[in-house]
């Protein structure tokens, strides 16, 4: 009865545990964000899942036994779990498109190891009300599309395209090649987000909830833009940074007529 009740559960939070059921998912193309592997077993049935989902493009993680049992929900993961995702990535290219469409400069969140999934749920729900183009994360160090972050951004998922890149510093640099702005979110930026011009094509760069940006992100930011704390707590948590600067992008390009009221 207990075993019923949590692979129920395992299934509703897009866990999928064991060999066998790991192997169906993959044959049956289903989205999934990552796997992790019993570290040191990479042959039989273990190196034929790391191998077919490395071809797919899928992360792959290299756990040991205790991660692998404080996963688990079935306490038969078989050396093997994975997190389904909630819904296929988008790329780039199709969140460019969006604003294309829209006839909007592109505004874009890029997220830099955002790894708490609440967190990263919160970031994409705030985006999509907020208007913004997509969401970029990347595909190591950070959470991924998982049930959590679905049920966080209270369905914002089906709506905002989120793309997953394998290198941040890379995307930035292709991104300012196309004549978006990087801004950076950090506490020690030498310009004020309300002294900061947001009406032209933006990435808002927001860092990992306990380090912030890396340093080679940080050096490819055009302007590194701090949010004024006047209270004894020095900063917001990535969720909120996220939300302040996008609403204040949003009240600019309302303001100049850029997107519609």
Not at 27 to 55: C, M, P, Q, V, Y
Not at 111 to 127: K, P, V, Y
Request: proline share 2%.
């Amino acid at each position: 009865m207990d075993e019923k009740r949590d692979g129920a559960h395992s299934e509703a939070d897009g866990v999928i545990e064991g060999r066998n059921a790991v192997i169906e998912a993959l044959r049956a193309g289903a989205a999934i964000d990552k796997i992790f592997l019993l570290k040191g077993e990479g042959s039989g049935a273990l190196g034929h899942i790391a191998s077919t989902a490395r071809a797919r493009g899928i992360v792959v993680v290299d756990a040991d036994r205790r991660k692998l049992d404080k996963m688990s929900r079935t306490h038969a993961h078989q050396g093997v779990i994975a997190l389904a995702a909630v819904r296929e990535y988008a790329t780039v290219d199709d969140i460019l498109d969006c604003a294309r469409q829209a006839g909007e400069p592109p505004l874009l969140v890029v997220c830099d190891e955002i790894s708490d999934q609440h967190n990263l749920g919160a970031i994409i729900r705030t985006a999509e009300c907020a208007g913004a183009h997509g969401v970029v994360i990347p595909k190591r160090r950070s959470a991924g599309l998982t049930a959590v972050v679905g049920k966080t951004s209270a369905g914002a998922v089906e709506y905002l395209p989120v793309a997953r890149v394998a290198n941040i510093t890379m995307l930035l640099k292709e991104l300012k090649e196309q004549g978006v702005w990087i801004f950076g979110a950090d506490a020690a930026g030498e310009k004020s987000l309300y002294d900061t011009d947001f009406t032209g094509a933006a990435a808002l760069v927001i860092g990992s909830e306990g380090d912030g940006m890396g340093r080679l992100v940080r050096e490819q930011c055009d302007f590194l833009v701090s949010i004024p704390i006047k209270g004894k707590i020095d900063s917001l948590n990535a969720s909120a940074a996220a939300a302040v600067l996008l609403y204040e992008a949003v009240r600019q390009r309302r303001a100049a007529h850029i997107i519609p009221d």
